[in-house]
């Protein structure tokens, strides 16, 4: 069965990464640039700001915690641990890929960008999905087009960034609780 879902894992990333294009090419690159995304952070920060006011602080603070332990976990509990190669350093598959950008690092599981971005996704929509219902599609949006940018690009394996996407929920609802137990203590 195991065999089975890496076939499968592999089968995916070759779809995905096979329907590509100049325009969807230069996106996908875009999309996967951390600075791309500043004026959307900006926006963020203002709706935070409006709604938080002078404990604006320590939501920033929860907001850097969750982005510090999305990396360092994904890095030292899974890349390091795992030590699964990124489909565009495994010489098995990465001569069936399209390449857009460099690889990056050698491993892939988890995918860092996944673990950051839903965990950023998942405390933003616990912290102001009260005020602005338009928040939750809108994060999951952002999320999901991240993690699929990471495929598009062959840089990830689809499991690497499902498994970021869960362990960084879970570390965003984590800092989100972190959070609200700090913010009835001060």
């Known amino acids: 069965m195991f065999e089975q879902l890496i076939v499968l894992d592999k089968e995916l990333l070759l779809l995905i990464n096979g329907f590509h294009n100049h325009l969807f090419d230069s996106v996908m690159v875009f999309v996967s640039l951390k600075f791309g995304w500043i004026p959307f952070y900006l926006l963020l920060l203002y709706f935070i700001i409006k709604d938080y006011g002078s404990r604006t602080w320590l939501v920033l603070i929860i907001i850097a915690l969750t982005v510090l332990l999305a990396d360092q976990i994904s890095v030292q509990l899974f890349k390091n641990m795992f030590q699964r190669l990124r489909p565009c350093h495994d010489e098995n598959i990465s001569v069936l890929l399209h390449l857009v950008n460099t690889c990056g690092g050698k491993y892939g599981f988890i995918s860092s960008h996944a673990t950051n971005s839903f965990s950023l996704a998942a405390l933003i ?58 913010n009835s203590h001060i």
Do not use: C, E, Q
């Open 125 to 182: 929509i616990l912290l102001l999905k009260n005020k602005y219902t338009w928040i939750w599609p809108v994060m999951l949006f952002y999320a999901t087009i991240i993690i699929y940018s990471r495929v598009y690009l062959g840089v990830h394996y689809p499991s690497d960034v499902i498994g970021g996407a869960i362990i960084g929920s879970f570390i965003g609802l984590g800092t989100y609780y972190l959070f609200r137990v700090v």
